[in-house]
């Protein structure tokens, strides 16, 4: 069974600090690795993308990294922000299917 | 704007009937799928499609029922059968291959 695990579930900091979001996966024959944002009552949004093939990826105040080997997926955000208070979910591909974590939970705090 | 459009945006139910919900999608791509999440739970896959009059059942079909008539639209009839109905519905698409995964704004389905 293909299984997802962010941690923490929930989240808390103050405005301007780093943080770095976990995500682990059971699958190493993944194809990509996606981020995602979710609002309250909305869906999700992409953030970042990685293939199989790459080790980070960077939008902005966000990066993504990836080790296949050890089923590890990291979210860096820096210098946080009140708007960035949202859940935070990864998601891994395989074949037809993409198989979900239950999130994280971050709040920023002013 | 390409996009995903889910719609209504809430939808309530009574006991016994079945509901419809609507996905439309205009990025041309091949695959659409149907999500379900709960408080504190990922998202569960209901049915996917990779191609039009072909769709497959995910780990929790049952009490639904999905057509693929056109590329651009994949509808999800909730069935009297689902007993729990209530939660909220995401659809996404993707192309084939090694590609992301879009999603529209979701449906909130409440029994009353």
């Known amino acids: 069974k293909q299984e997802v695990t962010q941690i923490p579930a929930a989240l808390s900091v103050p405005e301007g600090e780093n943080l770095v979001l976990n995500c682990s996966f059971t699958?190493?024959?993944?194809?990509?690795l996606q981020w995602f944002r979710q609002d309250p009552g909305k869906g999700l949004t992409s953030l970042l993308l990685?293939?199989?093939?790459?080790r980070e990826q960077t939008s902005g105040r966000l990066n993504a990294s990836l080790d296949k080997s050890s089923g590890r997926s990291t979210l860096y955000i820096a210098a946080s922000q009140p708007g960035d208070s949202a859940t935070y979910l990864c998601a891994f591909r395989t074949g037809n299917q993409f198989y979900f974590g239950t999130g994280t939970s971050l709040t920023v705090i002013p | 704007d390409g996009g995903i459009t889910q719609s209504p945006k809430y939808l309530f139910r009574k006991e016994g009937q079945n509901v419809t919900l609507s996905c439309e999608q205009n990025?041309?791509?091949?695959?659409m799928y149907w999500y379900r999440q709960d408080p504190g739970q990922g998202l569960r896959l209901i049915y996917y499609?990779?191609?039009?009059?072909?769709?497959q059942k995910g780990d929790i079909a049952e009490g639904y029922s999905v057509s693929r008539e056109k590329k651009e639209s994949f509808p999800l009839t909730v069935t009297s059968a689902q007993k729990n109905p209530t939660a909220f519905y995401l659809c996404?698409?993707?192309?084939?291959?090694?590609?992301?995964?879009?999603f529209g704004q979701g449906t909130r389905l409440t029994v009353v």
């Open positions: 996404a698409s993707s192309y084939q291959g090694v590609t992301e995964a879009f």
């Open positions: 499609s990779q191609i039009v009059n072909d769709f």
């Open positions: 990685i293939q199989s093939s790459q």
């Open positions: 699958d190493s024959a993944i194809y990509n």
């Open positions: 990025l041309n791509h091949d695959a």
